[in-house]
């Protein structure tokens, strides 16, 4: 069964910058799945969960939201089972919760998300 693991958040000022990890278990070392796409989820207080990016293991084809797009890259290293986000211009509606799960799922019916790590920006 296909684990993530998120590390990485923190407490930042606006317009800062936060670089969180996602480890993939469950696949063998250095062969995450062919054509496994790993998305980054968020979700700030009061709100719905909802994906902000998405890679492609195969080819590194991307997805971003209008919400992060310009503002945050997403990345991976297929030989680490890792996933990355890069934030930058990190703005207080960012603060939220974020989780790596696959890309497009059913943010209400998926169960296997992982705790997730904590991302706040704030002066």
């Known amino acids: 069964q296909v684990q993530h693991v998120e590390s990485g958040g923190g407490l930042v000022q606006p317009g800062g910058s936060l670089r969180l990890s996602c480890a993939v278990s469950?696949?063998?070392?250095?062969?995450?799945?062919?054509?496994?796409?790993t998305g980054w989820y968020r979700q700030a207080p009061g709100k719905a969960r909802e994906q902000i990016s998405c890679?492609?293991?195969?080819?590194?084809?991307?997805y971003y939201s209008e919400s992060v797009k310009g503002r945050f890259t997403i990345s991976r290293d297929n030989a680490k089972n890792t996933v990355y986000l890069q934030m930058d211009e990190l703005k207080p509606d960012d603060t939220a919760v974020y989780y790596c799960?696959?890309?497009?799922?059913?943010?209400?019916?998926?169960?296997?998300w992982g705790q997730g790590t904590q991302v706040s920006v704030s002066s």
């Open positions: 799960a696959p890309c497009g799922v059913n943010v209400d019916a998926y169960h296997s």
């Open positions: 469950g696949f063998a070392p250095g062969a995450m799945l062919d054509g496994y796409q």
């Open positions: 890679i492609s293991s195969k080819d590194g084809s991307t």
